[in-house]
């Protein structure tokens, strides 16, 4: 390998580029050892399935705890298709947050990186353990991979006004994917469409895809800018290891990988595989019971409860204006 393409010794750890006073906490301690240990015992790990991620679609891989999920650029074209990922339980209730991610691990996904779930949860989802993608592909002060949302139909539309409705982003691929999960997929119809709504309305993180964020002085503010992504080689891939039972729902993007205009790139296919690793997943971080406590005090008067109606707010009049 070429020094052009060799990955820097040094790797950053979850939390060195975020700043919260609370990434010192005990149930944010990061275990580098055990993470070693996963990846170090790679060559042990059993196939449990493998799937191919079309263009312009959007898939869920149920990934169970202690498992790993690979995401794997397969076209001859040296294209690094761009994914967007999201992360939710089988039973609905916990789902990727980008919320407490960014902020704890920082704006870039990385090896190392966790992807923590909600509020009312907090807990690491899966948490990253392999990033091949080599060191030409983002220079310094940018990255692979990162926190962000995704597109949409309005912002393709922007973008390409002559595309048809139905042309795919990655937001209608997230409502395709969602859709095939099973709890999602047995609702009523009108529950089925809020759920898929309000889960592809997410924010998520891209793989593949160069970005960075950061002060910019002409424009005296923080910007978030998007590059195209160079070719890389057939074969690289990012890999992430579950900490409990999840669907990892993948979107291929129909931007492909930015080097040209939506109506004209070329999506590539993606192959998904997931390898049992035989390692259970450490303890999860314990929070105490808000919630209880919460609706205690909206039943029993300690939180005011009275509905906002229209009479309820203090409008000025003219007498009351006049008293004053």
Excluded at 23 to 45: A, G, L, V
Excluded at 115 to 134: F, I, K, Q, R
Excluded at 315 to 323: A, C, Q
Aim: contains cysteine; proline residues 7%.
């Amino acid at each position: 390998m070429c020094n052009n393409h060799a990955k820097h010794d040094y790797q950053p750890l979850p939390g060195e580029d975020a700043h919260l006073a609370i990434t010192e906490s005990p149930q944010f301690k990061f275990n580098q050892e055990h993470y070693d240990n996963i990846i170090e015992q790679k060559p042990n790990r059993k196939l449990v399935y493998k799937e191919i991620l079309e263009a312009h679609t959007g898939d869920a891989f149920l990934v169970k705890k202690g498992q790993v999920i690979r995401a794997e650029q397969i076209n001859d074209k040296g294209i690094a298709q761009i994914l967007d990922w999201n992360i939710v339980s089988p039973d609905l209730t916990e789902y990727l947050s980008y919320g407490h991610s960014a902020p704890l691990e920082g704006p870039y996904l990385k090896k190392y990186t966790r992807c923590w779930s909600n509020t009312g949860h907090l807990h690491p989802m899966a948490t990253m353990v392999a990033d091949e993608v080599p060191d030409y592909f983002a220079e310094e002060g940018w990255s692979n991979h990162f926190w962000m949302f995704h597109c949409n139909p309005a912002w393709n539309e922007a973008a390409a006004p002559s595309l048809h409705t139905g042309h795919d982003s990655c937001h209608t691929n997230f409502m395709h994917g969602f859709s095939r999960i099973p709890a999602i997929h047995a609702l009523p119809e009108a529950e089925k469409r809020r759920t898929i709504e309000f889960l592809a309305d997410q924010c998520n993180f891209m793989t593949f895809q160069v970005f960075r964020t950061g002060w910019d002085e002409e424009a005296q503010d923080v910007m978030m800018d998007l590059r195209p992504g160079p070719n890389i080689p057939k074969g690289t891939g990012v890999e992430f290891y579950a900490e409990q039972d999840c669907y990892f729902v993948i979107s291929s993007c129909p931007w492909a990988d930015m080097q040209g205009n939506l109506e004209d790139v070329e999506p590539q296919p993606v192959e998904i595989s997931v390898w049992d690793t035989g390692i259970e997943p450490l303890p999860r971080p314990q929070w105490r019971d808000w919630k209880s406590e919460f609706y205690f005090q909206l039943s029993n008067g300690v939180r005011n409860n009275t509905p906002r109606t229209e009479e309820s707010y203090n409008y000025v009049t003219e007498s009351n204006e006049t008293e004053k």
